[in-house]
């Protein structure tokens, strides 16, 4: 019988990566299955590891009674119940800093994008609008512009270099000021929302930020503002979002993250003017998939041979 780890796979990632996987270990596919019980009921007790992307229930936890580490394919693990698998002696591990420079690319194009309307713009020019109605609207600057980071963090960081590229005005807002960098620390945000042109949310989600960004936010960003979030679709109060979008008291959004995705709430879908929507694909190039699933192979066989995990999180 082979000595490979056993690993229950709760949600598959970049399939190249999943490959790599199997070379180490034996996984059971449970999102395969059409009986999740009868499954787990079959392979939980072999498994002594869960891979998922974003989630992992504690009752997931209690039908894998051998389980030591859970696998996470992402840095953000608001959705893995951590106190549940502390209280189980269960480690979690993550994938922090092969997406960042990946996740900063995607906050520039949809800063960018959202700035100078190019989706709108794109849209303008296919339905024959420029034929008929002449030149598209005139936009703003995005060079120059005043930019406000909230959470300058590993991915924020870099968000922040490419933000000096475009010569723009730099600030950040987190619960701790730092002192490794220049850049103008805000206490509160609703004065940076104030201060700025674009805010840029790239922060964990859960209990602690959830709708962080709200009317009151929303509204000191103001009808000139753009909103970027490429955190956590909790972050923000979306409801209050689509009514500020709607009625101009807020300038523009565009959104990687939504709060139970893959759904899009209704009220965001129906505004075209001023919102960009893409599907969570902030990290989502072959090479740093494949990168984020290395980590987890490096920290499963870590687990095998006995040495330090490489990224835990509890
Ligand atoms: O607040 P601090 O000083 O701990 O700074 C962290 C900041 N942060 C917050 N800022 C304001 N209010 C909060 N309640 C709050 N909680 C955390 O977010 C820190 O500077 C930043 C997160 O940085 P890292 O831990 O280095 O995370 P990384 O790798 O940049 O990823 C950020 C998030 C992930 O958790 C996913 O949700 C998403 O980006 O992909």
Known sequence: MS?????LIFAPWYQPAMRRLDEISVTHHLYLASDKQAFLEEHGSKCTSIGTMHHCPASLMDAVPNLKLILNFGVGYDGVDITAATERGVKVVNTPDVLNDCVADMAMALALAGRRKVVQADRYTRRGEWRKRGDFEYVNNFHHSKI??????????EIANRCAAFKMDICYHQRTKRSDVEYRYFSKLADMAAAVDILIAIIPGGDST?????????????????????????VVDNAALASALKDGRLGAAALDVFPNEPEVPEDLLNIEDNLILTPHMASATHYTRMAMGM?????LQALQDGQPLLTPVN
């Open 148 to 157: 406000g980071i909230l959470g300058l963090g590993r991915i924020g960081l």
């Open 295 to 299: 980590v987890l192979y490096n920290n």
């Open 210 to 234: 959830k709708n962080i960004i709200d009317k009151e936010i929303i509204e000191a960003l103001g009808p000139q503002g753009l909103l970027v979030n490429v955190a956590r679709g909790t």
């Open 3 to 7: 000595d490979k780890p056993h690993v």
